[in-house]
């Protein structure tokens, strides 16, 4: 595992290991809460918006175009985004989904549904929050790492968290405001979370079509990263070469089984 110490990881170390193992065209960035403005405000080559943003545009703005962003939640266009990473109040307003009414949900039962089932970090415990690649180092220990890839892609790296330690991955699909599946769940729970990018992350954030997300801890990482090390030493690899579907498959499953 890349690591300085227990406690510190060599994150540019892992950028490294991950790229060579999973080609990943996108780069792979950390997140971070702060209590204070301040604490964001301290970071090296910060940038500050000048507009008003999504916080899919924050993200792809380091995933992007590699800037190191910090917002506050006046930066945030409302209070979906805001409340998602802990800026704003999950209150009855807020709860009630009124605007996604005829938009998102058929009815107003429909939109309250999804808001409670939202993955989100609580009130009141921070004031702002902190984007940058991760191999800069900037956000040293970031709380989260955001890693967009294809599903091959996608799949190897989880077949990495489960090489040891196995453990049945759960997921869920809130559908619209998929960012709370993936960033909001994670800061939330501390466990690795996938998710489906929403129509909002495509439109305003810019993800293609084929990627998806995942969002996990420095720690979760480097060991996914061990796994799949541990896996390409058995040929099992990033990328998945097509064996062909009319031929014989005894050759191919011989050469990761022929000795079991």
């Keep these: 595992m890349q690591q300085q110490s227990a406690d510190r990881i060599d994150l540019a170390g892992l950028v490294a290991d991950l790229n060579s193992l999973l080609r990943l065209k996108t780069t792979v960035i950390g997140m971070k809460l702060f209590a204070q403005a301040a604490e964001m405000e301290a970071i090296p080559k910060i940038r500050r918006p000048n507009a008003i943003h999504t916080t899919d545009q924050i993200v792809s703005m380091a995933a992007r175009l590699g800037w190191t962003v910090g917002i506050t939640g006046d930066d945030l266009v409302g209070a979906q985004c805001r409340a998602v990473i802990g800026l704003a109040p999950q209150d009855e307003k807020w709860l009630a989904g009124e605007n996604y009414v005829g938009v998102w949900h058929g009815t107003a039962e429909d939109a309250r549904k999804r808001q409670e089932a939202l993955d989100v970090v609580p009130f009141g415990h921070y004031q702002a929050l902190a984007v940058s690649p991760l191999q800069s180092g900037r956000l040293d220990p ?23 330690g196995y453990k049945k991955f759960e997921w869920g699909v809130v559908g619209e405001t998929a960012c709370a599946d993936s960033w909001g ?11 489906l990018p929403c129509y909002a992350e495509r439109r305003y954030g810019g993800v293609p079509d084929e990627e998806m997300l995942m969002a996990l801890k420095p720690s979760h990482l480097a060991k996914a990263i061990e796994g799949m090390k541990a896996l390409a030493k058995n040929g099992l690899r990033y990328p998945i070469p097509p064996y062909g579907i009319q031929s014989d498959v005894r050759a191919g499953m011989g050469v990761s089984y022929a000795k079991k």
């Design 142 to 164: 970031p709380d989260i790492c955001l890693v967009y890839a294809t599903p091959g892609q996608m799949i190897i790296l989880i077949n990495g968290l489960q090489y040891t």
């Design 185 to 195: 769940r994670a800061l939330k729970t501390g466990e690795p979370s996938l998710s």
